[in-house]
């Protein structure tokens, strides 16, 4: 692998990283920035997995594909103990409800209290919550030009990051967050094409399923903090 000459790397998220152990602990070790992972709030408790459930039957339901809802279920509570205080976490609120929310915090609070983490979502009023805790980042997410054309207004006034998807991309937008103090981060980067084009407009991260892409752009940018230093 060769190093990169880019000094100021962008983030790196693992995207759904914090939805199985296992990936959790690679992301660890690959030095990821953020690991995302989508929570619900079922009966009272908040369930990290990105499959719906199905109604009353014990299914959940993964666009088209229906798997076994009975058994143990990971809860926020392991993910967190799992991250520890090396790992930041990106919970994307799934449920929409403010009794996600603020389970979430409480969650986070009574695990692993003042770390930072960050909390991102198309469902912006689910971010009410969170609001005026310092350690807590809040990003709204878009996936839609007319989601996105819903929050300008609040773009580096009341929101200081965006998630965006890959297909909202072109560089004057990027240009106009990034002179509004946005930060933005988009999702899912899973090609080497496709960290060349974000990066290339001026996104400030990468979302990506491939944990070797993310590899390779964290072990870069060390190679260029070396070089950098000798």
């Known amino acids: 692998m060769s190093c990169s000459s880019q000094n100021d790397r962008p983030v790196a998220i693992a995207h759904r ?20 992972l989508d929570v619900w709030l079922h009966r009272g408790r908040v369930e990290v997995r990105h499959a719906k459930t199905v109604g009353p039957l014990p299914l959940l339901r993964e666009r088209w594909r229906l798997s076994p809802g009975w058994g143990p279920r990971l809860g926020l509570g392991a993910v967190i103990e799992t991250a520890g ?7 994307d609120l799934k449920s929409e409800t403010l009794a996600l929310s603020e389970a979430v915090a409480g969650t986070f609070e009574q ?27 809040l990003i709204p997410s878009a996936a839609w030009p007319h989601e996105l054309g819903e929050l300008m207004p609040a773009l580096g006034e009341r929101f200081h ?4 998807h ?21 999702w899912p980067v899973n090609t080497t ?38």
């Open 17 to 36: 990283a914090g939805n199985d152990l296992a990936r959790l602990d690679r992301a660890r070790a690959i030095g990821a920035d953020l690991a995302e």
């Open 85 to 91: 205080p090396e790992l930041q976490l990106m919970v």
């Open 111 to 137: 695990r692993l209290p003042g770390a930072p983490y960050a909390v991102t979502t198309r469902e912006w009023w689910l971010l009410e919550p969170f609001e005026g805790r310092d350690h807590v980042r």
């Open 161 to 164: 990051a965006l998630s965006m």
């Open 166 to 186: 890959i297909t909202l991309v072109e560089p004057a937008l990027m240009s106009e967050l990034a002179g509004r103090g946005v930060a933005t981060y988009v």
């Open 193 to 230: 094409a496709d960290v060349e084009r974000v990066l290339g407009a001026g996104a400030s991260g990468v979302n990506s399923d491939d944990l070797d892409l993310l590899a390779t752009l964290v072990a870069s940018a060390r190679c260029a903090v070396a070089r950098d230093q000798t």
